[in-house]
C-alpha cells in the first residue's frame, strides 16, 4: 500500500496544527469503533459535565463523524459531535448537514472546540505521519481532554474489518484494541499492517507488539478443535488462553465474541 508521506508536524501562530492528508473513508468504517465508545466506554459520556466528542480528521467525507453522532446519541441525547478537518473545503462541504449537537469545524492537533472534550477520535490520520512525531500529537491532544476523557489513535482498513488502536487518557496510553470481522483473517497477526502509527514500525523480533501479536497466532492455533464450533468460539478459546498465559487482557467474553481483544499498553509499548 502508498502511503502519501505528510511533513513534520510544526505549530504555526494561528493556524491549524497539522497537514493535509488524503482523506479516503467510507459510511460504516467506523462501526467497529463507535460499538466500543458506545459499550465499555460508554461510562465516560454519561459522566460528563459537558458531554462534547470530536471527530478529528473525519476526511473527505463526514459520513463517519455522522454515524459517531447517531450512535452516541443512543447513549446521551445531548451529546455534541464536532467533525474538526483541516482542509477548508472539507468543512464547507460538511456544513450543510449541521444539525442541534452536530457541528463541523476548521483546525487540526490543537482541537480547536469550546470546552474539554471527553471523547477525540482520529482514525487514519496519524498513520500518514511521520513516527517521530506521535509523542508531540499524542500530548497536544491529550491536554485537550476533559478529567474522564479520552483520546483514541487508531488505523482501519478501507471498510472497517480489521482495526487496531490505542487508547489515551490525559496522562498515559491505557491500551490496544484490536478488532476484525473473523472472515476478514487467517491469523489474528493479519491486523499488522493496520497498527498504529506507534508501534506499526515495531513490529519486529525483539519489541513487545511482535511478542503479543505472535502470542495471539499461538493461542488461536492451540485453538484450532474450536474451529467446528465456528470462529467465535475459537476467538474466544484464544483470548482465554491469552489470560492464562499471563497477558494482561482488560476486556472479556462480551467483546471477545465481537471479534476483539484489548490488552493492557504496557504489554506492546515501544521499548
Not at 60 to 71: D, G, I, N
Not at 246 to 257: A, E, T
Request: proline share 7%.
Amino acid at each position: 500500500m502508498v502511503v502519501q508521506k505528510a511533513e513534520r508536524v510544526r505549530g504555526r501562530q494561528g493556524k491549524p496544527v497539522g497537514n493535509i492528508t488524503r482523506g479516503t473513508t467510507s459510511p460504516n468504517r467506523m462501526r467497529r469503533l463507535d460499538r466500543w465508545l458506545a459499550g465499555p466506554q460508554s461510562w465516560r459520556l454519561r459522566a460528563a459535565v459537558d458531554p462534547l466528542v470530536v471527530d478529528l480528521g473525519y476526511g473527505a467525507s463526514p459520513a463517519t463523524a455522522v454515524e459517531l453522532f447517531e450512535r452516541l446519541k443512543a447513549v446521551r441525547q445531548d451529546v455534541k459531535v464536532c467533525g474538526v478537518e483541516i482542509e477548508p473545503g472539507r468543512v464547507e462541504a460538511a456544513k450543510p448537514l449541521e444539525r442541534p449537537g452536530l457541528s463541523f469545524a476548521l483546525g487540526g492537533f490543537e482541537v480547536p472546540v469550546p470546552g474539554s472534550p471527553v471523547l477525540v477520535r482520529a482514525f487514519n490520520v496519524l498513520r500518514q505521519y511521520n513516527e517521530a512525531d506521535v509523542g508531540s500529537i499524542w500530548s497536544l491532544v491529550q491536554s485537550r481532554l476533559s478529567s474522564n476523557g479520552l483520546f483514541i489513535d487508531g488505523t482501519c482498513d478501507e471498510i472497517g474489518r480489521r482495526m487496531t488502536w490505542v487508547a489515551l487518557d490525559r496522562h498515559q496510553p491505557l491500551s490496544l484494541s484490536i478488532s476484525v470481522r473473523f472472515g476478514s483473517m487467517e491469523l489474528p497477526s493479519d491486523v499488522a499492517e493496520r497498527l498504529p502509527k506507534a508501534l506499526i514500525h515495531r513490529n519486529v523480533p525483539g519489541e513487545k507488539i511482535h511478542s503479543y501479536l505472535q502470542a495471539l497466532d499461538r493461542a488461536w492455533l492451540e485453538a484450532a478443535p474450536l474451529a467446528a464450533f465456528g470462529k467465535r468460539q475459537r476467538w474466544a478459546a484464544m483470548c482465554r488462553g491469552m489470560l492464562d498465559a499471563g497477558w494482561p487482557l482488560i476486556d472479556g467474553p462480551s467483546r471477545w465474541r465481537l471479534g476483539e481483544v484489548t490488552v493492557g499498553w504496557e504489554s506492546v509499548a515501544p521499548d
